[in-house]
């Protein structure tokens, strides 16, 4: 939060008013990232962002800048225009441009130094920005236990409490804002791939796209999150710690002094408000975190639910009667959409009632009447109920659940510790969807295997799919 001494239109002093993004950027800040020319500037901004990196400050030469801009240029052949009416096609001009509309829309500054030399100088309030922008574009992963840890360490150092809001209190409350955004951004990541599942995918897609979601979210941040990086594991020991904060007077004592100092509050019956609320605030998101992490449950299994039973419709409808007449239909209603004129003779000879020669179903009259009784015959005979037990029994071992994957997979495995997913037998859809539940019980704990996923891609049966082998544990 920045704070400012400011006056509110009745006159009174304001201490603590609130600024606004655009108090502190330039009014046409995003005015390079919003033009037509919007990917050669975020291309630019980051790659002087990167020239930065190496040196003590954010400021280097201008013809340092020139000439990396230059580099870019020579492989991007697109003309740009700076003034709406000259087009500027060579590398070293469209580079002095960029760098000239950067400078005038606040991304950067010139600094002279005493021998003359023009320095480029990147805006502090660009700094946060730009490196926000290298996440999106890196799409970095959070480790939850990485932050969940430094949360933990710093609230059992004993050494730290002499400046409890200082050096614990306040890096705590950004460790434990920036861990629900990182948990936010997971569920915000399952919702965008469900958003991509869409009824127009035929079967293949469906799978190339679980595959995907399994290789970067399902196997990747969900597993973290539910095993080694398991948020549970510290979060009594966190709670435990921040009340018995709360409760021991002298601490409490150190961390208001410490938030009048750093915070530039006077009134300490204030301050201690804002310490209590802050350990309070603390106290609910860990407490919060089962909500969030519920949602993230529920959104993941709903997520590979659709798209394996989707998946496993359109392969077990692809080659029997009821495929073929699907696509039969989808034919003829793609060749009737392509024909015209006949649509008119519906309407040659309207109708004002319903005649036997009318295209409109007679409807049937339904009446309530009284139910004769309860039929006093055996509804099912012992034989009857030993066979539907044996149907049912039938039907449960046919099923794809984590029991009857693993057992196929270790009589698959024998005394083999691997075996690639290329000499899973394959005779039929069923086989080939009993190889998606492979994968996706692949992380269970109580499983008998594991799998070993690889960048490459094979082809079974028509379908490409990723490559894995299965382990024995």
Not at 72 to 86: G, I, L, Q, R
């Amino acid at each position: 939060m920045f704070c400012i001494t400011g006056i509110v239109p009745d006159g009174k002093e304001c201490g603590h008013a609130m600024k606004r993004l655009f108090d502190i950027l330039p009014v046409d800040f995003y005015k390079p990232l919003t033009s037509k020319y919007r990917r050669e500037y975020a291309d630019c901004i980051m790659r002087i962002f990167n020239v930065f990196k190496p040196e003590i400050s954010y400021g280097v030469n201008r013809e340092i800048v020139v000439r990396e801009l230059t580099d870019y240029f020579e492989a991007d052949d697109v003309e740009m225009s700076f003034d709406d009416e000259v087009y500027v096609s060579d590398a070293r001009e469209k580079a002095n441009g960029v760098i000239s509309v950067l400078k005038k829309c606040g991304w950067i500054e010139y600094e002279q130094e005493t021998n003359h030399q023009i320095n480029i100088v990147l805006c502090e309030y660009a700094v946060p920005i730009i490196e926000s922008m290298n996440r999106v574009v890196r799409e970095e992963e959070a480790e939850y236990q990485g932050i969940i840890s430094q949360i933990h360490a710093s609230l059992q150092n004993s050494e730290l409490y002499n400046k409890p809001y200082e050096l614990i209190i306040k890096g705590v409350q950004e460790n434990t804002e920036r861990l629900l955004s990182e948990l936010k951004k997971l569920n915000a990541s399952i919702k965008r791939h469900m958003d991509r599942q869409t009824n127009d995918m035929g079967a293949d897609e469906i799978l190339d796209h679980f595959f995907e979601y399994h290789k970067n979210i399902g196997s990747k941040a969900y597993l973290r999150m539910k095993t080694s990086e398991n948020i549970a594991y510290f979060r009594t020991a966190v709670v435990e710690r921040i009340e018995w904060m709360r409760e021991t007077e002298d601490i409490m004592e150190c961390a208001v002094k410490g938030y009048m100092e750093v915070e530039e509050i006077e009134d300490s019956r204030q301050a201690r408000d804002e310490v209590i609320s802050i350990l309070n605030d603390i106290k609910s998101s860990f407490y919060r975190l089962d909500d969030i992490i519920e949602e993230i449950d529920r959104k993941h299994t709903r997520y590979m639910r659709s798209a394996v039973m989707r998946a496993r419709f359109l392969l077990a409808t692809g080659n029997n009667l009821e495929g073929k007449l699907l696509r039969l239909l989808d034919m003829y209603v793609q060749n009737l959409n392509a024909e015209c004129g006949f649509e008119g003779l519906f309407s040659l000879y309207p109708q004002n009632f319903i005649s036997p020669e009318s295209l409109q179903t007679i409807p049937v009259t339904k009446k309530m009447e009284a139910v004769s009784g309860f039929s006093g015959a055996q509804g099912m005979s012992e034989a009857d109920r030993l066979l539907y037990k044996e149907i049912l029994s039938r039907k449960n071992r046919n099923r794809f659940s984590r029991k009857n994957i693993n057992e196929y997979v270790v009589n698959l495995l024998g005394e083999r510790k691997s075996v690639p997913v290329t000499e899973v037998p394959v005779e039929s859809a069923r086989d080939f969807i009993r190889i998606i539940y492979i994968s996706i019980y692949a992380g269970n704990r109580s499983n008998n295997y594991t799998i070993k996923r690889s960048d490459r891609r094979v082809e079974i049966k028509g379908f490409s799919l990723p490559y894995f082998d299965i382990i024995k544990k």
